[in-house]
């Protein structure tokens, strides 16, 4: 299958900072990305959806200031926490989508603890 | 009504046990269908894809009955390592691209 890769895959952060966390499709270019976060024992939510070359879609009670997201090839896409707290700790995972397919393959994950 | 939904699990079996997990979608636009499987505190992962003609993958069998939007994957010979969550994942096209992904099935093989 395709390949996606995340990084970093653990960071922990003081309160305030700001994470930035990269996701690349190393063996096909994806022109959709998606961003994904998980609590423990819990489905995956969806965060947003993100275009290469357009502004990503952000779901329902997500805050599109707070989680940057920036897709400028169609490699790579960033997610940016910004001013993290406690509650934003999480396991953050990143999809990409085969054009031809429909079939979604996820990079590794990111484990995010604010302090 | 949820759009994907799932047996609620978890599926306790021993060793060499078939299992079966049905899946039921609400979305008569939905296009594609995939199982992934998700091990503790790993990203998902593509188990396979399924198609209205059924497919299967050594002990690993995906079917789709579209008239009764509901999908399928049977587990033959379970192993000790089979033992994950098991998503089923709908495509819905239909006033744009959406993924729907069930709440997951977990199954526990037991030696």
């Known amino acids: 299958g395709a390949v996606v890769s995340q990084h970093p895959s653990r960071v922990i952060c003081k309160s305030g900072t700001s994470v930035k966390i990269e996701c690349r499709s190393l063996d096909f270019q994806a022109t959709t990305m998606f961003w994904y976060r998980q609590f423990p024992k819990k489905s995956l939510m969806l965060m947003a959806t993100?275009?290469?070359?357009?502004?990503?879609?952000?779901e329902q009670g997500v805050e599109k200031d707070k989680f940057l997201i920036n897709h400028a090839s169609l490699t790579l896409s960033t997610l940016t926490v910004t001013s993290a707290h406690p509650e934003d700790s999480s396991f953050y995972i990143c999809s990409a989508r085969l054009r031809t397919t429909y079939e979604q393959y996820f990079g590794p994950g990111t484990r995010l603890t604010v302090t | 009504r949820k759009e994907v939904e799932q047996d609620p699990g978890p599926f306790n079996v021993p060793e060499g046990a078939t299992v079966a997990f049905n899946c039921t979608y609400s979305n008569s636009a939905s296009q594609s269908f995939f199982w992934y499987r998700q091990d503790c505190r790993k990203e998902p992962k593509l188990l396979m894809s399924v198609y209205s003609s059924g497919n299967e993958d050594g002990r690993f069998t995906a079917q789709l009955n579209r008239a009764s939007q509901y999908i399928s994957l049977l587990i033959r010979d379970s192993k000790l390592s089979d033992s994950a969550t098991y998503l089923c994942v709908v495509n819905i096209r239909g006033g744009g691209f959406k993924t729907i992904f069930g709440a997951g099935t977990r199954l526990f093989v037991k030696a």
């Open positions: 993100s275009n290469e070359g357009s502004k990503a879609t952000y």
